[in-house]
């Protein structure tokens, strides 16, 4: 895998759980790891001068800021290896409406792309995962 990919500025990636009535502390114990950020449906939380309620339940598991990659490939294994094993069980729990991978991937030059192996689509399919991307590209030609 060449984690040098010349035409990506920044990329990142996020498993994410969400439902009603998700309980982030059952997703931490049937995954043995905890969340980079998790919130339960209906608690308030400051974002500036505002206050936000959260609409569902979330538990989010970021690579962002964990590794020194350009390739997102590399941030979806880095995520998949910390939950080996135990993937499955989550995405079976009834309170777990939605499982995906988030993955966030900016352009140096405007053109080129992230690239993901039939093996990785496979596992995440396996586990009934959907992948989701934010491509930003450059606005010049």
């Not at 950020?37 to 936000?52: E, L, P």
């Not at 964990?66 to 941030?75: A, C, E, I, T």
């Not at 499982?99 to 991937?105: K, S």
């Not at 792309?113 to 450059?138: C, E, M, N, R, Y």
């Amino acid at each position: 895998m060449n984690d040098d990919f010349p035409s990506c500025a920044r990329t990142y990636a996020t498993l994410c759980f969400y439902g009603d009535s998700l309980d982030p502390d059952a997703i931490t114990n049937a995954l043995g790891i905890g969340p980079t950020r998790s919130v339960r449906r209906n608690d308030a939380r400051k974002r500036g001068s505002k206050t936000i309620i959260a609409k569902t339940g979330a538990w989010l598991l970021t690579s962002d800021e964990q590794l020194d990659s350009k390739d997102v490939q590399s941030h979806i294994r880095w995520i998949l290896q910390r939950v080996a094993g135990r993937l499955g069980e989550v995405t079976r729990l009834p309170e777990v409406e939605t499982a995906r991978i988030f993955c966030f991937w900016s352009s140096v030059h405007g053109n080129g792309g992230p690239a993901i192996s039939s093996a990785t689509l496979k596992l995440l399919a396996q586990h009934d995962i959907d992948l989701d991307f934010d491509v930003w590209l450059d606005p010049r030609p």
